[in-house]
């Protein structure tokens, strides 16, 4: 029980502790073609990311497209 508890909280702080695109953006007050640029970039490493994530963990499929999908829309922001 003690554990799922420390592996409950240690996810929502490593969740926590990494920003998104959109976050960043924010933060660097980024407008028109810079913040489109910037979010183009952003979104292409967080793909890149994802997909070696994805190869690593030897996902395929539908598997690989979910794991895709969910990692990508975190590391950019709804």
């Not at 407008?31 to 979010?39: D, N, Q, R």
Request: net charge positive; proline share 0%; with cysteine.
């Amino acid at each position: 029980m003690k554990t799922l508890v420390l592996a409950a909280a240690l996810s929502l702080v490593a969740t926590s502790a990494f920003a998104t695109c959109k976050a960043d953006a924010e933060s660097k007050k980024l407008a028109g073609a810079a913040l489109k640029s910037f979010l183009t970039k952003c979104e292409s490493d967080a793909k890149k990311s994802c997909e070696a994530d994805s190869a690593s963990k030897k996902l395929a499929g539908a598997a690989k497209t979910s794991h895709m999908k969910k990692c990508v829309t975190d590391a950019v922001g709804s």
